[in-house]
């Protein structure tokens, strides 16, 4: 029940005050978003793909009013890719990017966040890597799914997200599996009517295996959005009901969240990516990892108690 209230505070201009500025934030912030910069987050990759480990990387900043601040979001994605060209990680580092950082909610947001994320593409293959469109809420899916497909005419490698939580998303699979894309599952974090979404827990993991299972018996390359132990070994019986190696999918959780799962499933020789995101403009990515689990609510705010 909670979740839906932290997703609508996640909207709130008067709560990301609050909240930004309470003392004890930063402190559980970290946890999740461990760099402002790109020069505290590159300790960071080296440690984590010294470990065997993969990443995306995104700069969290979602909530842009002008095609300025899209602009320099997309100059922040072109630093970060210089930093990991000098790091040579190929596709061990790749980009995730949301489009409405990119201006995709501003006056002609398509046309404007297209222009800006293509250059980021074209830097992200010259140093020998890719990037991958997160998927928002449903209102700007339409515009993501055309941008990744005049994103693949140039660059076929560029990947998209699809949400189990959407009525939409297993026609999208069949589409994005017989084109051969790399598609990242995930249950989906925003906060949707029964209109567009499954409500019940039960309805979206269903929904989650019906898409591994077109994603896996499809062209593409499947990326496997969880932290659900149950679905992950489900994708596993997947893939090899599939015939797939384990070089032709990939799992991904996020940044603080079962890291001793990151490092368990790339010991057995999966290909394990870390979403680590770094950043000033934290607010919206912080609020939906609270919204995902109740307990981290509750731990941020005896912190904030016990510090008041
Ligand atoms: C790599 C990656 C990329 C993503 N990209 C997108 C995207 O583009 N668009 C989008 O809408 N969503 C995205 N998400 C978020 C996703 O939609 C879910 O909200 C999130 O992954 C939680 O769902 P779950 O599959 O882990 O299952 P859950 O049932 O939510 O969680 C399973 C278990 O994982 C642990 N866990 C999960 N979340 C947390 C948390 N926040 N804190 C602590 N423990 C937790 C708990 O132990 C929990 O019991 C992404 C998730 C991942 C892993």
Known sequence: MLGPVILAASRSDRMRRLISAAPVTKQVVDRFIPGETVDAVVPIIEDLTGRGLELTMDVVGEDITTPEQATAARDAYLR???????LELGTRAEMSIKLSMFGQALENGHELALANVRPVVEAAAAIGTTVTLD??????????F??????????PQTGCVIQAYLYRTEEDARRLA????????????????????????????KAYVRVMRTLMEGEGYPMIGSHDPRLISIAQELARR????????????????????????????HRMRVYTAYGTD?????????????????????????KG
């Open 146 to 155: 055309a941008i990744h497909e005049e994103l693949r005419k140039d660059f």
């Open 178 to 205: 017989a084109s051969g894309s790399r598609v990242r599952i995930v249950k989906g974090a925003y906060k949707e009517p029964a209109s567009v979404a499954y409500q019940q827990k039960a309805e979206i993991d």
């Open 282 to 306: 934290w607010y919206g990515y912080f609020m939906r990892r609270l919204a995902e689990k109740p307990a981290n609510l509750r731990f941020f705010v005896r912190s904030m108690v016990s």
């Open 80 to 86: 970060l890719i210089e930093r990991l060209g000098n």
């Open 242 to 269: 599939s015939g797939r190696k384990l070089d032709e999918y990939e799992f991904q959780m996020l940044y603080g969240i079962r890291s001793d799962e990151h490092l368990r499933l790339a010991a057995e020789g």
């Open 135 to 144: 998927a928002e809420d449903h209102t700007t899916l339409d515009s993501m």
